[in-house]
């Protein structure tokens, strides 16, 4: 059984930075394919970043404002988010043991069966 954690979250201004954590216990975490998704209201849920054996996929309205990262000697895995606006307001989740491949030289990310209890991400203009 995989447990997640996420922790991180917060009400912060536009323009400031947070990160974003991601504990993981019960999973092979070092080989594990895993990813951050957010959840705006009234929307639906979509991939902001994933990470697999080094390899790092971004969604495009993230990219260069965000990075992923793990370590696996702690198992868990990081989001850095710079420059942050009021249209990242979401819940942030963890996602475990997905599956990470390529498509005509992209890399996409399906969710595994695992998922935290989410995050609140709130940025005020």
């Known amino acids: 059984q995989v447990h997640i954690a996420e922790s991180g979250g917060g009400l912060v201004q536009a323009g400031v930075s947070l990160r974003l954590s991601c504990a993981a216990s019960?999973?092979?975490?070092?080989?594990?394919?895993m990813g951050w998704y957010r959840q705006a209201p009234g929307k639906q849920r979509e991939l902001v970043a994933a990470t697999y054996v080094g390899r790092m996929l971004y969604a495009d309205s993230v990219k260069g404002r965000f990075t992923i990262s793990r370590d696996n000697a702690k198992n868990t895995m990081y989001l850095q988010m710079n420059n942050l606006g009021p249209e990242d307001t979401a819940v942030y989740y963890c996602n475990a043991e997905g599956r990470f491949t390529r498509n005509s030289g992209v890399y996409l990310y399906t969710p595994g069966d695992y998922w935290g209890q989410g995050t609140q991400v709130t940025v005020s203009s």
């Open positions: 019960g999973s092979s975490f070092s080989i594990n394919a």
